[in-house]
């Protein structure tokens, strides 16, 4: 019985940080709805703590895929990273963009960088298209 529930913790874990990702979209899309894109992307890069936690922080991208707001990495605001891939070649920006225009949100999986460990892992965005813009919150799912 303690095996079985040892094995359903990952799981759980994993659940709440999908639902702690979508919280974070859904959060930013009900700020944008109330006060606008330009004070929501001003919020972000300002690393409102309403915008930015331990485990996921919200970013903002333009449809063409511009970064207009990054509490983590500044250095990316301004700047379109649509064609560099990921760890392994995938362009998961475009993913995001392009599944935006067609589904409205959803998730995208890849490899890429955790700036808390420094290490390559696993990652998962749940993205939301509202108006011309798309949120984004990632989790980190390790190795």
Do not use: C
Request: glycine share 8%; proline share 5%; no cysteine.
């Amino acid at each position: 019985m303690i095996a079985a529930l040892a094995l359903m913790a990952p799981l759980a874990h994993a659940a709440d940080d999908t639902a702690v990702a979508i919280a974070m979209v859904d959060k930013g899309v009900a700020f944008l709805q109330k006060n606008g894109k330009e004070a929501l992307i001003k919020e972000v890069n300002a690393k409102n703590p309403e915008f930015v936690r331990p485990d996921t922080y919200l970013t903002v991208r333009a449809l063409d895929g511009t970064q207009l707001a990054h509490p983590t990495n500044p250095k990316l605001v301004g700047k379109n990273a649509v064609v560099l891939p990921d760890a392994d070649g995938k362009l998961f920006r475009k993913e995001i963009i392009d599944r935006a225009a067609k589904e409205g949100k959803g998730w995208v999986d890849y490899r890429y960088n955790n700036p808390q460990t420094g290490v390559i892992e696993k990652k998962s965005t749940y993205f939301m298209k509202s108006g011309d813009v798309i949120l984004e919150a990632g989790i980190y799912k390790g190795k």
